[in-house]
């Protein structure tokens, strides 16, 4: 089937069929919808695929960001899509990092609004000691000087992501400001309990080199109540870039579950009650 024309909003675009299995990206701190390019072209041809931009990020990078807000932005972007379509129609949220802390924050306030989150680099829960790691990188965003960051992020970019993929990202541009208000909004948030309260299928991904987050994964691993992780070799924090066609493939598996767990939904609301 051939993908249909894509819908720009100014805060978020909306790619492939309609009445198609629901993708919504939520992309991490300093990027925008841009950054799920590999990933949106690879599945809007037989998905309805969302890519949202976050409040202080793209094309919304003069809004102030908070988590709140941010769980509110995604929420309307998915219910325009579900008002639009079946609102059974499956659904899969795919976060990375930021990404998925706003993920989680959305399923726990409403369980049934997703039938399977993929959750990647977001498995470092920022309380306590490890909110400081989260504020002094908000830190650095707001006193590192802008060029100098931005030449060293570019360099960065360019090289490790050849082919066209690097030069787009960084036309794009990258928000520190917004970045920065990002970090602040998680720290000291917990989101273990956020997990532990969406009762779909979570699909925890982590690079298999992102010292970062590796650390904590068991423990949201433990806490999902049908969690499974996926470690993918060789990949650092922004997995789906370093391992595209690896994460695509999760993102499919995932797909393929919410149909599943969406087929079940409408068995069970067209089975004649007994007695």
């Given at each position: 089937?051939?993908a249909a024309?894509?819908?720009?909003?100014?805060?978020?675009?909306?790619?492939g069929?309609?009445?198609a299995?629901?993708v919504?990206?939520i992309?991490?701190?300093?990027?925008?919808?841009t950054y799920?390019?590999?990933q949106?072209?690879a599945l809007?041809?037989?998905?309805r695929?969302?890519?949202v931009?976050?409040?202080g990020?793209?094309?919304?990078?003069?809004e102030?960001f908070t988590?709140?807000?941010?769980?509110?932005l995604?929420?309307?972007?998915?219910?325009s899509?579900?008002?639009?379509m079946?609102?059974?129609?499956?659904t899969v949220i795919v976060g990375?990092?930021?990404?998925?802390?706003?993920?989680?924050?959305?399923?726990?306030e409403?369980?049934?609004?997703?039938?399977?989150l993929?959750l990647a680099?977001?498995?470092a829960e920022?309380t306590?000691?490890?909110?400081?790691?989260f504020?002094a990188?908000?830190l650095?965003?707001?006193?590192?000087h802008?060029?100098?960051?931005?030449?060293?992020t570019?360099?960065?970019?360019r090289?490790?992501y050849?082919?066209?993929?690097?030069?787009l990202?960084?036309?794009?541009?990258f928000?520190?400001?917004?970045g920065?208000?990002?970090?602040?909004?998680?720290a000291g948030?917990?989101?273990l309990p956020?997990?532990?309260?969406?009762?779909?299928?979570?699909v925890?991904?982590n690079?298999g080199?992102?010292?970062?987050?590796?650390?904590?994964?068991r423990?949201?691993?433990?806490?999902?109540?049908?969690?499974?992780?996926v470690?993918?070799p060789?990949?650092?924090?922004?997995?789906?870039l370093?391992?595209?066609t690896?994460f695509t493939a999760v993102?499919r598996?995932a797909i393929?579950?919410?149909?599943a767990?969406a087929?079940?939904?409408?068995s069970?609301l067209g089975r004649?009650e007994?007695g």
């Amino acid at each position: 089937m051939e993908a249909a024309a894509a819908a720009i909003d100014p805060r978020w675009t909306v790619s492939g069929p309609p009445g198609a299995p629901l993708v919504v990206f939520i992309h991490p701190t300093r990027m925008n919808r841009t950054y799920w390019t590999p990933q949106v072209q690879a599945l809007s041809p037989s998905n309805r695929v969302l890519a949202v931009d976050l409040p202080g990020h793209g094309r919304l990078e003069q809004e102030h960001f908070t988590l709140p807000g941010a769980v509110t932005l995604v929420r309307a972007a998915i219910d325009s899509e579900h008002a639009a379509m079946d609102s059974g129609v499956p659904t899969v949220i795919v976060g990375l990092s930021l990404g998925g802390y706003v993920a989680m924050a959305l399923a726990a306030e409403s369980p049934g609004i997703a039938d399977a989150l993929v959750l990647a680099g977001s498995t470092a829960e920022p309380t306590g000691r490890r909110a400081h790691s989260f504020r002094a990188l908000a830190l650095a965003y707001d006193r590192t000087h802008r060029q100098m960051f931005d030449r060293l992020t570019d360099a960065f970019i360019r090289r490790r992501y050849p082919g066209g993929l690097g030069d787009l990202l960084v036309r794009s541009g990258f928000a520190y400001r917004g970045g920065s208000e990002a970090l602040r909004s998680l720290a000291g948030q917990p989101f273990l309990p956020r997990l532990a309260a969406y009762p779909g299928t979570v699909v925890l991904v982590n690079g298999g080199r992102d010292v970062a987050m590796r650390p904590g994964e068991r423990r949201f691993l433990g806490i999902a109540r049908r969690g499974r992780l996926v470690t993918l070799p060789g990949a650092y924090h922004l997995s789906s870039l370093d391992r595209p066609t690896e994460f695509t493939a999760v993102i499919r598996t995932a797909i393929d579950e919410a149909v599943a767990a969406a087929d079940a939904r409408h068995s069970e609301l067209g089975r004649p009650e007994v007695g």
